[in-house]
């Protein structure tokens, strides 16, 4: 019998890596305090003999009886929504947390999964991002109590591999969408989508120039999966390469929803990145991973779902 911790595993990737740990046969544990994370998203696996729930916020001991072989900790705020509403909570979780989870994989002996983000390259002066880049990050800005949560998370990482011998794997994560995200998440997919839906405005911050990436989370969690069976402590970055304006996608979405709605400009946030394209030439090279599914096709799935809750 294989188990599997997940942390943050109602939440939009936690629920989709929940389900492929127990399409391949594994128990899985998940953990959540739900502040945004949502029931709903594990819902259809009431009754799973594999899977049990526990409501917790990991930065609390993590205790668990029995053993256990991989602990993948996804516990975060992630969207600028909910790390501008809960920064204390955000940092709290990218430290304590870090630490508390660590703390069970060294316990058990468990392989441990960091999913870190593209954040960490702030807003970045090298492009696209390599994983030996350092990042561009204001620690004091809004946007610091994320970015700089999950850089100590890396760093805290890297010393329990270093100093207890911890087999531990990190994943920075580039841009990811698909069906489960919030309606309200805050970021770019949910937000022009229900917006078009809706007919209402499109919002884009500044002229719309600012460049993204979008992965999405079926490909995400296939590079998870093989990085955490890949023999690799160091992070690689999970994206796609496919880069193109914030005006560019809005037009996208705009043309698949079949929406009337304009476009509207809003100043910028505060150290919002001008640009964000993951070098994943570490993924191909030791994952044998590239994204498969294309823009237009992940976006029509995930206006799908959202068409039942507009």
């Known amino acids: 019998m294989i188990t599997s911790v997940v942390t943050g595993a109602a939440g939009f990737l936690g629920s989709h890596l929940t389900d492929r740990l127990l399409a391949e046969n594994h128990h899985v544990i ?12 594990i819902e259809h696996l009431a009754g799973q003999e594999r899977f049990k729930f526990i409501k917790q916020d990991v930065t609390t001991h993590l205790f668990l009886p029995g053993p256990v072989d991989f602990v993948w900790h996804l516990a975060s705020p992630a969207s600028p929504v909910d790390y501008l509403e809960y920064p204390i909570q955000t940092l709290k979780v990218g430290s304590l947390g ?5 703390g069970l994989a060294r316990e058990k002996k468990a392989r441990f999964f960091l999913a870190s983000t593209s954040e960490c390259y702030g807003d970045p002066l ?3 991002q390599r994983e030996d880049y350092w990042g561009n990050v204001n620690p004091v800005g809004p946007r610091g109590c994320y970015d700089e949560a ?5 760093a805290m990482t890297m ?11 990190i994943v920075r994560i580039f841009n990811t969408y698909g069906p489960r995200m919030r309606l309200r998440d805050g970021r770019v997919v949910p937000n022009f989508i229900a917006q078009s839906l809706r007919h209402e405005p499109v919002t884009l911050h500044g002229d719309g120039s600012q460049t993204r990436s979008f992965c999405y989370m079926d490909d995400l969690i296939e590079g998870f999966w093989r990085l955490m069976h890949a023999n690799y402590h160091l992070p690689v970055n999970i994206g796609n390469p496919n880069e193109l304006t914030i005006l560019q996608f809005a037009e996208k979405i705009i043309a698949l929803t079949g929406s009337s709605s304009r476009l509207e400009h809003h100043p910028r946030p505060v150290d919002d990145p001008k640009v964000r394209r993951p070098d994943i030439t570490l993924a191909r090279s030791l994952l044998n991973w590239e994204p498969r599914v294309s823009l237009e096709e992940g976006l029509e799935r995930t206006i799908a779902f959202f068409k039942n809750r507009v």
């Open 98 to 102: 870090t630490h508390n989870a660590l």
């Open 30 to 41: 998940g953990i959540d305090n739900l502040i945004t994370g949502n029931v709903a998203n």
């Open 150 to 154: 999950k850089r100590f998370a890396e």
């Open 159 to 169: 010393a329990y591999h270093r100093t207890h011998g911890v087999d531990t794997r």
């Open 126 to 128: 090298v492009h696209p």
